[in-house]
Structure formats: structure tokens, C-alpha cells
């Protein structure tokens, strides 16, 4: 079972930035390939980026440019680094594995983009 506790989210003003963590827990040296996910409200959980465990990224085609995925295999976290933040931005963030283990998901980190 592996556990994933997130943290760095906020309010921000359109244009700023900031960034996430997630440390895993449990069997995390079982891990893969690493994401963030985002669900705002109303709307399904989609996938904002995801990291293989030799670093090959993908994004979602809403924050290319702008969100930046890392990991520290040796400290079992995951990183988002988010730029330039737009109010479309708005959702509760979360880490899990890609694909997503369903018994795994914690209580994510809101991250509100207003002014």
C-alpha cells in the first residue's frame, strides 16, 4: 500500500506561481511513473503531468509551458513547479501513480488562481 501526502498549495493572483510537493509512503520503492492530477469543481479528475522513474515527462496540452514535473527517487516526492497560474488553474491538486492506484489517493492540495 502506498500513501501519498501532498502540501504547497494556495491563493495566488493570476500570473504567479507555485509549488507542490508529494511524498509517498508504504511501498514507494515499488513506484514508477509519478503524477499530478487536478480536479476542479464540477469537473472530472484529469491528469496534469506525469514522470517516469528515469525522468521522462508528459503534460497535460493546458499547462505545456508553464508546469514543470520533477521527482527525488531517493526521497520517494514528486514535485509540480507552476508558473504563470491562470484562474482555469483552480482545482484541488494530487499526486498518485500513472495509472492511478484508487486506494492511494489522499487529500490533495488546493491551489486557487484569483485576484
Known amino acids: 500500500q502506498v500513501q501519498f501526502v501532498e502540501s504547497g498549495g494556495g491563493l495566488v493572483q493570476p500570473g504567479e506561481s507555485l509549488n507542490l510537493d508529494c511524498a509517498a509512503s508504504?511501498?514507494?520503492?515499488?513506484?514508477?511513473?509519478m503524477a499530478w492530477y487536478r480536479q476542479a469543481p464540477g469537473k472530472r479528475r484529469e491528469l496534469v503531468a506525469g514522470?517516469?522513474?528515469?525522468?521522462?515527462?508528459n503534460y497535460a496540452d493546458s499547462v505545456k509551458g508553464r508546469f514543470t514535473i520533477s521527482r527525488d527517487n531517493a526521497k520517494n516526492t514528486v514535485y509540480l513547479q507552476m508558473n504563470s497560474l491562470k484562474p482555469e488553474d483552480t482545482a484541488v491538486y494530487y499526486c498518485?501513480?500513472?495509472?492511478?492506484?484508487?486506494?492511494?489517493w489522499g487529500q490533495g492540495t488546493q491551489v486557487t488562481v484569483s485576484s
Open positions: 498518485n501513480t500513472d495509472p492511478f492506484l484508487q486506494s492511494s
Open positions: 514522470i517516469t522513474r528515469g525522468g521522462r515527462t
Open positions: 508504504g511501498s514507494a520503492f515499488k513506484i514508477g511513473t
